[in-house]
């Protein structure tokens, strides 16, 4: 199994990025997809996840109404919109496979190798 996280870069604050999830070597659409972000010196924390068809999203507080996840199990990519970012955002964002949802990153199967997101004040 691959997932490969793309799309990071700095940004100004305020700002928009979108980052992408290529999974390979999975049923994509039998998994949850999730993002998590971690910043130098801080836990792994949930960004949000979607479900296998894409019906279902959650977010964490902090980026509702800013982030939006979607999904094409066609191409197997899972996608992060990120809009109106501040520098609070600015994190490593990974994505991640399970085949049922939960925002605890340890029980997450498997891992994409992560992408830099910077926001400038």
């Known amino acids: 199994v691959q997932l490969q996280a793309s799309g990071g870069g700095m940004v100004q604050g305020g700002g928009s990025l979108r980052l992408s999830c290529a999974a390979s070597?999975?049923?994509?659409?039998?998994?949850?997809m999730a993002w998590f972000r971690q910043a130098p010196g801080k836990e792994r924390d949930f960004v949000g996840s979607?479900?296998?068809?894409?019906?279902?999203?959650y977010y964490t507080g902090s980026v509702k109404g800013r982030f939006t996840i979607s999904r094409d199990n066609a191409k197997n990519t899972v996608f992060l919109q990120m809009n109106s970012l501040k520098p609070e955002d600015a994190a490593t964002y990974y994505c991640?496979?399970?085949?049922?949802?939960?925002?605890?990153?340890?029980?997450?199967?498997?891992w994409g190798q992560g992408t830099q997101v910077t926001v400038s004040s």
């Open positions: 991640a496979a399970r085949p049922r949802y939960t925002s605890d990153p340890y029980l997450y199967n498997y």
């Open positions: 070597g999975l049923t994509f659409s039998d998994y949850v």
């Open positions: 979607i479900s296998q068809s894409g019906s279902s999203t």
